[in-house]
C-alpha cells in the first residue's frame, strides 16, 4: 500500500530560526515528490517537485532533498519569518496509469516571534 | 505558471439545500480535475477524478448521487453538494492536471471553499 509518513506532525520555532521538515515514502514506482505549503483556509501551493534524478532543490530559503535508496526527503527552511507558519504537506506521485497522488499528513508549522 | 480559481472561497447554507462549486483552470485545459475533502488538522482526501466528456471517478465510500461532479468543458468542473446536512461541512479543494515546461505533470490546486451547513 502507497503511503507517506511526515515529521513531525507539529512544530514551533522562533522567527529567524531553521527547521527541517521530514517525509518518508513507500510509493511504488515512485514518479517525483512534492512539498506543498498550505496556508489555513487556502489551497496548497507548490514549493519544489523533485524526480527520481533529483538529490537537492531549492526555491528562495526552502530547500528540498531526495534520497531515492532510501525512500526519504527533507524540506529545510532557512531564516524563518512569521509568514512561514503553515502546514506543509509531502505529496508522492506514482508512475502508473493514473499517477495518482499520495498525501502526507502534514507537518504543522508554528513561527513565533 | 498554471492558475486554477475556485469559486466560492466561503458558503454558509441551510440543511436540505444544495451548494455548488466552480473549479476553473485559467490559463491552460485541464482534461483532469480532482476534488478533495479536508478536515481540520488533517490532509486532504481525494473523493473523486473529474474527466472532461466523462463521467467521474469516485472514491470508495463517496456517495455519487451526493456529490455531484460536472466536467463539461476543458476548463470548468463543478462539484454540487446535494442536500447538504451539517455533516457535510468541510473543506473543499479542487485540483487541475497538466504538465509543466519540464515535462513534469504538475497538479495545481484551487484556494479551497470553506463549507457549513447550519
Known amino acids: 500500500k502507497n503511503q507517506v509518513e511526515q515529521s513531525p506532525q507539529s512544530l514551533i520555532i522562533l522567527e529567524g530560526k531553521n527547521c527541517t521538515l521530514q517525509c518518508n515514502y513507500t510509493v511504488s514506482p515512485f514518479s517525483n515528490l512534492r512539498w506543498y505549503k498550505q496556508d489555513t483556509g487556502r489551497g496548497p501551493v507548490s514549493l519544489t517537485i523533485m524526480t527520481f534524478s533529483e538529490n537537492t532543490k531549492s526555491n528562495g530559503r526552502y530547500t528540498a532533498t531526495l534520497d531515492a535508496d532510501t525512500k526519504q526527503s527533507s524540506l529545510h527552511i532557512t531564516a524563518s519569518q512569521l509568514s512561514d507558519s503553515a502546514s506543509y504537506i509531502c505529496?508522492?506521485?506514482?508512475?502508473?496509469?493514473?499517477?495518482?497522488?499520495?498525501f502526507g499528513g502534514g507537518t504543522r508549522l508554528m513561527v513565533k516571534p | 505558471g498554471a492558475v486554477v480559481s475556485q469559486h466560492p472561497s466561503r458558503v454558509i447554507c441551510k440543511s436540505g439545500t444544495s451548494v455548488k462549486i466552480e473549479c476553473r483552470s485559467l490559463?491552460?485545459?485541464?482534461?483532469?480535475m480532482f476534488w478533495y475533502r479536508q478536515f481540520p488538522k488533517q490532509s486532504l482526501m481525494l473523493m473523486a477524478t473529474?474527466?472532461?466528456?466523462?463521467?467521474?471517478?469516485?472514491e470508495q465510500g463517496v456517495e455519487k448521487d451526493k456529490f455531484l461532479i460536472n466536467h463539461a468543458s476543458l476548463t470548468l468542473s463543478t462539484l454540487t453538494v446535494t442536500s447538504a446536512h451539517p455533516e457535510d461541512s468541510s473543506f473543499y479543494i479542487c485540483?487541475?492536471?497538466?504538465?509543466?515546461?519540464?515535462?513534469?505533470?504538475?497538479?495545481?490546486f484551487g484556494s479551497g471553499t470553506r463549507l457549513t451547513v447550519v
Open positions: 473529474s474527466n472532461e466528456g466523462s463521467k467521474a471517478t469516485y
Open positions: 505529496v508522492v506521485s506514482a508512475n502508473n496509469a493514473g499517477n495518482m497522488l499520495t
Open positions: 485540483s487541475a492536471r497538466e504538465y509543466d515546461r519540464h515535462y513534469n505533470l504538475g497538479y495545481t
Open positions: 490559463d491552460f485545459q485541464a482534461t483532469t
